[in-house]
């Protein structure tokens, strides 16, 4: 049998696929997106798509253009984020405040679009599926969270693919080689607040359908 399992390096040389079209969600040059647009009837299910790299710089979002492309095969349109990262002004809380602003400037393009935000999903590999999953339980937060906002925009279900739903336990198990730590500006015992707003796993119940 061979074997078909792609190495980091075979991942890193995956070949660039040009997105329907590049949008800016804010003013710094790392929030961008990438909207995918399928060629079924409108209006389209949306996949909100986070790629991982452990939150860190030198990976970014141009190696899921390919898994972009074939999400739009079955009918999707897909919203593949950008973000501010650790090594390019990113950590907390900026990370997480571009994926909310990310996720929600879709409630601004929905009508332009033909995208259908009763139906959205959202999708991260690693650090991306991490993200994921704290975007649908961002409506859990309190008022009195940094990222508090009384309407997010709704995920109806997730894909998290070996994803990170416990920074504490990533901590403790050295995933990442410490980027969970760097992620949150330090350890659980230091900054535990951090933890309750930005670890998915204090963010339950999600209350929707989950693939892990």
Known sequence: MTNTLKTVDDYTSLQTVKAHERLPYGGHPEQFGDLSLPKTSPPHPVIVLIHGGCWRSQHGLSQLGQLATSLTGLGFAVWNLEFRRLGNGGGWPITFE???????????????????????????????????????????????????????????????????????????????????????????????????????????????????
């Open 98 to 212: 571009d994926i909310a602003l990310a996720a929600d400037y879709l409630t601004s393009i929905a009508d332009n679009y033909s995208l259908d935000l009763s139906r959205v999903t959202a999708m991260g590999h690693s650090a991306g599926g991490h993200l994921a999953l704290w975007l649908a339980g961002r409506k859990n937060l309190s008022d009195n969270s940094l990222f508090y906002h009384a309407d997010p925009l709704a995920i109806h279900r997730i894909v998290s693919l070996a994803g990170i739903p416990n920074l504490e336990l990533g901590v403790k198990h050295n995933i990442c080689r410490g980027a969970c730590q760097e992620l949150m500006g330090g350890l659980p015992a230091e900054v535990p607040e951090r933890y309750r707003q930005g670890s998915p796993h204090h963010l339950l119940p999600l209350t929707i359908p989950q693939w892990h």
